[in-house]
């Protein structure tokens, strides 16, 4: 007979106990065996939603989510290995820059990703767009990727973690996603199982972002440090701002092109600011004193970016397709852009067809949105502020109905927001 009883645990959490070590390896493995039912695993999650975890109980949780399944042996490389998670924003096209720029600065970068969920977009969704690209790869394409190239952005495999999969499905459909410990065991068991030696957290905040406030982003964040800490992965939580999308492009082709504009020295300036605040710090956790802005100016991250894409069956040089149906949007007066919504600009790009509601549905590589002008520029009335993109009118119109009020025009200059907000680190 179990020394343990799923309703107990339960219980005990829904009356705000601490639950011991002992129980909760219990509770994580048995549900994994298939001993505990889902709608039990789902009370338990809304007990943890509401009354959270100590520091303890939080690490025995993620020891045990990582702990079912394999762990990727990073150790031998030649070069240190650090990753960067993001928590998600609109016109996020910055792994697909920083990977290959820190690369090209001598670290190794193990970029295991997911797709794109709602109004935010998926790193694997955008280079999925280039002709030929193949998002999984072995564990041994990744070790030896990793050594000739430097940098893989490719689909984690079903062995990390495993169990985060089950909870993420339940936490989805029973309105526990929105918890900081379950938040945070779930992001950093991945990322300490995939064996980077040192990781960077970008925690986005605002409009955009799935936090909203800077107190409850702070929170998140610290709990990730420490829980990296903790685990010996050197991790430093930078807070971004996501009230208006990042550059210009939002949309899957549309993206990948701007980020080549960036790693070929151009492209929008506060992707370039993002791409290199977190190159830096992603430089200084591995100790190699390299300035990443030289790299993109140099040609040698846009280097490293085409053999990574080819290392994986991409053609770097192929025509990126663009969606077949066009539409602008122009300014109903003249005046001073105060604010680009980026919820409205991730919803517009999703119902043009770039993102998904489910995770079974598909993506378009040409759906998207081009923001013409940004926050703080004067438009005349009738000047373009977006191009539309779709695969077709049905889509169009869909995404045209949630941008009309994305802009928010005005007499004054816009005041100044920061995009990087605050470090944390242990
Ligand atoms: N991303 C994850 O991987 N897990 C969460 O819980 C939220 C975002």
Redesign the pocket.
């Known amino acids: 007979m179990s020394a343990f009883s799923a309703v107990e645990v339960i219980t005990a959490k829904r009356d705000g106990d601490a639950l011991s070590d002992d129980a909760i390896t219990w509770m994580l493995d048995a549900y994994m065996k298939g001993e505990v039912a889902d709608e039990q695993m789902s009370a338990l999650l809304m007990a943890v939603f509401f009354n959270g975890f100590e520091p303890r109980e939080l690490l025995t949780w993620t020891d045990q989510m990582i702990a079912s399944g394999e762990r990727l042996d990073l150790k031998g490389l030649s070069r240190p290995s650090v990753d960067k998670h993001s ?2 924003g609109v016109g996020d096209k910055i792994s697909l820059i920083l990977a290959p720029l820190v690369a090209s600065c001598g670290a190794a970068v193990p970029q295991l990703s ?1 797709r794109g969920l709602g109004h935010t977009g998926g790193t694997l969704d955008k280079l999925e767009s280039i002709p030929g690209w193949r998002a999984f790869l072995s564990n041994d394409e990744i070790r030896s990727q990793l050594e000739n190239v430097g940098a893989v952005i490719c689909a984690a495999g079903q062995g990390l973690a495993p169990v ?1 999969r089950r909870l ?1 499905a339940l ?1 989805d459909v029973t309105g526990t ?1 929105e918890s900081i410990p ?2 945070s065991s ?2 950093m068991s ?1 990322k300490i199982a995939e064996g980077t030696d040192a990781l960077v957290l970008d925690v986005k905040v605002g409009r955009g972002a ?1 936090i909203k406030t800077h107190d409850r982003a702070r929170e998140l964040a610290q709990t990730m440090v420490s829980l990296g800490t903790s685990h010996g992965v050197a991790t430093v939580a930078q807070l971004t701002s996501m009230n208006q999308p990042l550059g210009r492009a939002v949309g899957n082709a549309l993206e990948v092109t701007e980020s080549v504009d960036v790693l070929q020295g151009g492209g929008p300036g506060d992707v370039r600011e993002l791409t290199l605040g977190l190159a830096r710090i992603m430089l200084e956790l591995v100790g190699l004193d390299v300035d990443p802005a030289s790299k993109l100016d140099d040609g040698s991250a846009y280097a490293t970016y085409r053999m990574m894409i080819e290392a994986q069956g991409g053609d770097p040089d192929a025509k990126m397709v663009e969606g077949a149906c066009k539409d602008i949007v122009l300014a109903p007066q003249e005046g001073i852009i105060q604010s680009v919504d980026a919820l409205d600009v991730g919803i517009a790009a999703w119902r043009l067809g770039a993102g998904r509601a489910r995770k079974e549905d598909p993506v378009s590589a040409g759906a998207g949105v081009m923001c013409l002008a940004r926050v703080g520029e004067f438009v005349e009335a009738g000047q373009p502020l977006f191009e539309l993109f779709a695969d077709d009118h049905e889509h169009l119109a869909r995404g045209r109905d949630a941008i009309t009020r994305a802009v928010v025009l005005g007499e004054t200059s816009a005041p100044h927001e920061p995009l990087l907000l605050e470090r944390i680190s242990k």
Do not use: A, E
Request: zero cysteines; glycine letters at 16%; proline letters at 0%.
């Open positions: 928590t998600g997911g985060d993420y936490r996603v379950l938040i779930s992001i991945k799935f």
